[in-house]
């Protein structure tokens, strides 16, 4: 079993829509969250962070962590055909660094 | 300020080749990481280097080793090349390391395709 879960999708909403996003983790040491976004043939860029469990928005970006629940979410608000990408959790371990990634979600929206 | 920058952009090699992958951090940037990207593994941490030693290491075989040199730039290398090895190799550059709210930043990739 993975340590980060992340279901691949694809996902395919209209524009307007709002995409909900989703990870899952098993290792209760992971204390810090962040949602990458990577478009076709570049890099992954960082999008939020985050190290408490609660609700930080960021524009049409709201990301969630229950780390009850091991749980962690993205919710993008009035999608664009521009937000069009995959998206990727990512968690790190304060006695490693090493960043830990989720699958990726392949999001498109309609115009 | 420039990104970081990975050359080549894509390769093409045959199996038991071995292949070098370059990476230029961002200017001032000391920590370099790479990581391979694959459809069915998705990103994986290969190993991460700060002041020209390695500091950390996924779990690859030891056909996979880097280096960085003192002005920050990184290269890796990968020997005995097999085609499991074909991926997206991403290299991350960030002002410093041992942090967990230290920003990483991606490069563009190389793509390795191995035949």
């Known amino acids: 079993q993975k340590e980060v879960e992340q279901d691949p999708g694809p996902l395919s909403v209209p524009e307007g829509a709002i995409v909900s996003l989703n990870c899952t983790y098993s290792n209760s040491a992971f204390q810090y969250f962040m949602w990458y976004r990577q478009y076709s043939r570049k890099g992954p860029e960082l999008l939020m962070y985050?190290?408490?469990?609660g609700n930080k928005e960021d524009g049409r970006f709201t990301a969630q962590v229950d780390k009850s629940s091991k749980y962690i979410s993205l919710f993008i608000r009035d999608s664009q055909p521009s937000d069009s990408a995959t998206y990727l959790c990512a968690m790190i371990r304060p006695d490693d660094y090493k960043l830990s990634f989720g699958a990726g979600t392949t999001v498109t929206v309609r115009a | 300020k420039a990104g970081v920058t990975q050359t080549p952009r894509y390769l093409i090699k045959t199996r038991g080749q071995q292949v070098t992958l370059s990476c230029s951090p961002i200017?001032?940037?000391?920590?370099v990481s790479w990581y391979q990207q694959t459809p069915g593994q998705g990103l994986q941490f290969l190993f991460e280097y700060f002041s020209e030693t390695q500091r950390n290491k996924g779990n690859f075989p030891g056909r996979f080793s880097g280096r960085q040199f003192s002005n920050s730039r990184s290269e890796m290398n990968v020997s005995t090349l097999e085609l499991g090895d074909s991926a997206l190799y991403l290299c991350?550059?960030?002002?410093?390391?041992?942090?967990?709210?230290?920003?990483?930043?991606f490069g563009p990739g190389t793509r390795l395709t191995v035949l």
């Open positions: 200017s001032g940037h000391r920590s």
């Open positions: 985050t190290y408490s469990s």
């Open positions: 991350a550059s960030s002002l410093v390391r041992g942090r967990v709210n230290n920003e990483q930043f």
